[in-house]
């Protein structure tokens, strides 16, 4: 059966560093997502992605964050400068139209640590 | 502003036993809901989901109903397994690309 996969399961980083968050969407679909859960807290919504650009966005979703899809098969997260405040599971996911009732499929996330 | 609300866990019960998962909401307009459940290793997993008020969602032995004058979707099994053990997230959508979650229930199913 198709996954959201992504990599890598676990990055620890200094503060002020730049990390790359990767994930592969499951091949067919067409819109991507980011979603992120400070621990203990809620699942919540980064960006979405269709068609090469971003069509919404979080206010916690700042000029820090940029997303790419790279090539035809990568979706990236990029932290510019961490902060320790960007500790979080890290969640990617993809649906295959942009129907509110359509599943998205959801990797099993990175574990961000921002020393 | 729109949110979820559900139960604190985490929730242990035998195997067997009937589970009941919290769940509220509030929304400004008429939102679908859904009950993922992510076990362990893997991403969050759709389990059901329900687009209007009185509908039920089933999948697994698990339903949840809509209900608008309660703003409630309660997930409910009537007899839960080990295999059941893993993490419940309720979640909305109001028409956009965004899913809102609650905090998650994590639940423990003893043999």
């Known amino acids: ?115 | 502003g729109n949110s979820v609300t559900q139960m604190e866990g985490p929730v242990t019960l035998s195997e067997e036993a009937f589970l009941t998962i919290n769940c509220t909401y509030t929304a400004t307009g008429y939102p679908s809901l859904f009950w993922y459940v992510q076990y362990p290793g893997e991403g969050l997993q759709l389990l059901l989901k329900a687009t209007k008020a009185d509908d039920k969602g089933s999948n697994k032995g698990f339903e949840a109903t809509y209900r608008k004058e309660t703003t409630s979707f309660h997930l409910e099994k009537g007899s839960v397994q080990v295999s059941d053990s893993a993490v419940y997230f309720c979640a909305l959508n109001l028409g956009t690309y965004k899913y809102i979650f609650g905090t998650g229930t994590r639940l423990k199913v003893l043999a």
């Open chain 1, 1 to 115: 059966e198709p996954e959201v996969t992504q990599t890598p399961s676990h990055q620890v980083t200094q503060m002020g560093q730049e990390v790359i968050l990767r994930c592969v969407p499951i091949s067919n679909h067409l819109y991507f997502y980011w979603y992120r859960q400070i621990l203990g807290q809620k699942v919540e919504f980064l960006v979405s992605f269709y068609n090469n650009e971003i069509s919404e966005k979080s206010e916690i979703f700042d000029d820090q964050f940029s997303v790419e899809r790279p090539d035809g098969s990568n979706f990236t997260l990029k932290i510019r400068s961490t902060k320790l405040e960007d500790s979080a599971m890290y969640f990617c996911a993809s649906s295959n139209t942009g129907q509110v009732t359509n599943e998205q499929f959801f990797g099993p996330g990175t574990r961000l640590t921002v020393l």
